[in-house]
């Protein structure tokens, strides 16, 4: 009976298997055989736009070890710095090369000089240095339109002396657009070129298309929000978690969308759409928020902008997709390394960075569980503790709304438990908060307690008092211990471990689904 079982469930799933095979050969067709030959090469990343407006800018050989350092993988210049191209020299660190827009002229009018630009910024540096792609000015159709019409001919210049040089297929070249260019972005499904630029866009993404190079957009949701307040909330710009009636659903598709770059992205595919071109993959060039703005920019904040460069990367690096591309994820470089403090008015415009000039972080970062990228964020191992010489009386009001309204687990400083000593208000009011803030995810602004608490990198655990954040082996050998015997219970198949994976896209997906298919009528059918 047992093997009679057997046999139809590996007929059923065998069929499943030839379904999902035929549909993949199917599927792999326009933009999502050149999805999957994109992503074949390199998975989504995150980079940083490295601006040079810093007072005492580090040197080319400091410039890279501090990239090193921070696990930079991918970065952009707005020019080809030969010294900073040097420096990075027999690194991993991948770079996309700009031309600034006051050489573009020159370029566009004559092939020696492109050929020669070509020469001296990518030839003599390529291979030792990684250079991806070139950017050939910056949001010229909408920041200098009278340089629009020698835009093309520059890029397609340049392309002739890459290829004369065979390097046409390691290096893509493109210019990156303000935002802009599209009109009426929401519902993305209506989004369209601003049909004034149609002369110079349609030839242009036709380049695009003929080369295999993406189309560069600079996407702000910070302006998005700004320019819209009252319409766009606050937390679709971050990122932040949304409950569905606060989603923005296009009427024409019913897609759902939960942040506002994801609605950008969609908007420039809907509009090369326009243009029956489908086939070019959109890459994000520049995109962040401002720590600091003038009273007129009142959402320039430390904590914004924490939020949504934190978000921002965990949600590339979660490889999630748009909801009209779920299985193509944009890479995206964020603006920018440093804040560039030789900027003038705005407020904002010298306040975008990741780090100060000295190289000290602005904030800190909280992207844990999204690898190694960008070594100074430690939420790894970060805990939320007390402030010296805060009154008692502050310290236990506090603490009675971290383990009342706040649900800390305040369970461990209970008497006679790990951490009830030492028995004073400002110990057990670090657990609590520490408590708190691993709960909250360590998410920005969860550890303040009205100014009273404080992130430290130092491991505030005790004897056997071992503090919710802490990486101590006992308290990890606790948690494998617990998922191993969860496992355990599921038949014995990891039925569970494999249900606890992370949601994944389009073909990947759906052989999860077939193998948690299969699992699951092996234990209906075995038990």
Same mark, same amino acid.
């Given at each position: ?8 469930i ?39 736009? $490295?601006? +040079? ?12 070890? =501090? ?7 991918? $970065?952009? *210049? ?6 900073i ?7 991993k ?5 700009g031309?600034?827009?006051?050489? @573009? %002229? !020159? ?7 492109? !050929? ?6 990518? /030839? ?7 250079? #991806? ?6 949001e ?9 019409? $020698? ?6 210049? *340049? ?11 390691? %290096?893509?070249?493109? +210019? ?5 260019i599209? *009109?009426?972005? =929401? ?17 242009? %993404? ?19 929000f ?26 024409n ?6 942040? /506002? ?31 600091i ?6 959402? !320039?904040?430390?904590?914004? !902008? ?5 978000? @921002? ?11 009209l591309?779920?299985e193509l ?36 970062l ?6 190694? &990228?960008?070594?100074?964020?430690? +939420? ?8 010296d ?35 004073? /208000? ?6 609590? &908060? ?14 303040? &307690?009205?100014? %009273? ?12 008092? $071992? &503090?919710?954040g ?8 606790? #948690?494998?211990? +617990? ?15 494999? *249900?606890?994976?992370?949601?994944r ?7 999860? =689904? ?14």
């Open positions: 009976m047992a093997d009679s079982k057997l046999l139809l590996s007929s059923i799933f065998l069929c499943l298997l030839f379904s999902f095979t035929k549909g993949v050969a199917a599927a792999e067709t326009g933009l999502v055989r050149v999805i999957k030959k994109q992503q074949d090469e390199e998975q989504p990343f995150v980079g940083i736009n $490295i601006g +040079t407006d810093v007072s005492n800018f580090l040197s080319p050989a400091n410039l890279v070890s =501090f990239l090193q350092l921070q696990k930079i993988t991918h $970065i952009r *210049l707005y020019d080809a710095n030969a010294d191209l040097k420096a990075l020299s027999h690194t660190i991948r770079v996309i090369v031309v600034p827009n006051n050489q @573009l %002229i !020159a370029i566009g009018s004559s092939n020696s000089t492109a !050929a020669t630009w070509i020469d001296r910024n990518v /030839v003599s540096f390529y291979p030792e240095t990684l250079i #991806t792609a070139i950017s050939v000015g910056d010229v159709l909408t920041t200098i339109p009278s340089s629009a019409p $020698i835009l093309l001919p520059a890029i397609e210049s *340049l392309y002739s002396a890459l290829v004369a040089s065979n390097l046409h297929t390691q %290096i893509k070249i493109s +210019t990156p657009h303000a935002a802009s599209i *009109l009426d972005p =929401f519902p993305p499904s209506q989004a369209f070129f601003n049909q004034t630029l149609t002369p110079f866009l349609l030839p242009l %993404i036709q380049f695009l298309s003929r080369t295999n190079s993406p189309l560069m957009m600079n996407f702000y949701p910070y302006y998005v700004m320019q819209n307040k009252g319409v766009v909330p606050l937390d679709n710009s971050l990122f932040k978690p949304l409950t569905p009636s606060k989603e923005m659903v296009d009427p598709t019913l897609l759902h969308y939960t942040n /506002v770059l994801d609605a950008m992205i969609d908007a420039a595919y809907f509009s090369m759409k326009n243009f029956n071109i489908t086939d070019v993959v959109v890459l994000v060039t520049e995109s962040g928020w401002p720590s703005g003038d009273s007129k920019e009142p959402y !320039a904040t430390i904590d914004n !902008a924490d939020t949504y460069n934190s978000n @921002l990367i965990k949600h590339v690096l979660d490889r999630s997709g748009t909801p591309h779920p994820t944009s890479s995206v470089y964020i603006y920018e390394l440093f804040n560039e403090d030789l900027r003038t008015s705005p407020v904002s415009e010298a306040n975008w960075g990741l780090f100060y000039g000295n190289s000290t972080p602005v904030y800190l909280h992207v844990s569980g999204s690898g190694s &990228f960008l070594a100074n964020d430690t +939420t790894n191992q970060t805990y939320c503790v007390v402030m010489g805060v009154d008692s009386k502050t310290l236990q009001a506090a603490l009675d709304w971290a383990c009342g309204p706040g649900r800390a687990n305040c369970s461990e400083i209970q008497p006679g438990e790990n951490c009830y000593q030492p028995n004073n /208000v400002k110990n057990h009011a670090s657990y609590a &908060f520490d408590s708190y803030y691993q709960k909250e995810g360590r998410a920005a602004g969860s550890c303040d &307690f009205k100014g %009273i608490a404080t992130i430290t990198t130092s491991d505030p655990s005790h004897g056997s008092c $071992i &503090f919710p802490s990486k101590k082996v006992g308290n990890k050998t606790t #948690t494998e211990s +617990t998922a191993t015997n969860n496992d355990a219970t599921s038949g014995g198949l990891g039925l569970k471990s494999l *249900l606890r994976k992370r949601r896209g389009g073909v990947e997906g759906y052989f999860h =689904f077939l193998v948690i298919s299969f699992l699951l009528m092996m234990n209906m059918m075995l038990v």
